[in-house]
């Protein structure tokens, strides 16, 4: 996990990259900094990830076979939903003209290969703070429930909640989209992450754990099973 836990605790980057050497090293290295990674090797499966599950960032490769990284990168600007998702574009095109083209076509950022990976993480996070910065705060508050990621700390109108640390991840994760409902699948990947095997059904005891901590008396739960669906977070008005 990054030291900088503030930063990138639990943002999702999609890796859309067809070299199976820097698919290993980009997955690598983000993933010691604390980011979850997932990676594909075509502009097809790009958008239909995206489309599926938009990733908080996306490093996309400017040569693909197929869909390339410039025409994919036109066709997320143009989408409704897609059109504010940071994309930096990675190619060994180093050229004045190519670097405009990229960055005209919509990339928020531009890295030439071979590339520093020190260098590369330095420009995700910055593209990450400009984009979503409540994202990256040190405290999150939703309804009357904050939660304090540098001091590990959650407090329930001003009552001191004690978590585990994977009920922890479990209630940030919740608290970055408020209202909106996740599958337990989609729990697993943004909380344990896809390269852990974890039977579903362990996703509905740590909600259960998540809850029993964050109730006390008459407080409303503020997670609610979705039937058939999975789970969201926000309490009811």
Known sequence: ??????????????????DGA?????RYNLEAEGFAVDVVESGEEAEVAVSEAPPDLLVLDWMLPGLSGIELCRRLRAGRKTRGLPILMLTARGEEGDRIRGLTTGADDYVTKPFSPAELTARIKALLRRSSPDRLA???????????????????NGREVRLGPTEFRLLEFFMRAPGRVFSRTQLLDGVWGRD???????????????????????????????????YVFGERE
């Open 196 to 230: 852990v095997y974890v039977d579903e059904r362990t996703v509905d005891v740590h909600i259960g754990r998540l809850r029993k901590s964050l109730i006390r008396g008459r407080e409303r739960d503020p997670v609610r099973t979705v039937r058939g669906a999975g």
């Open 138 to 156: 040190d405290k999150i508050t939703v309804g009357e429930i904050e939660l304090d990621r540098e001091a590990h700390r959650v407090l329930r």
């Open 1 to 18: 996990m990054a030291q900088d836990g503030s930063d990138t605790m639990n943002a999702r980057i999609l890796v859309v990259e067809d």
């Open 22 to 26: 820097i698919n290993l090293l980009l």
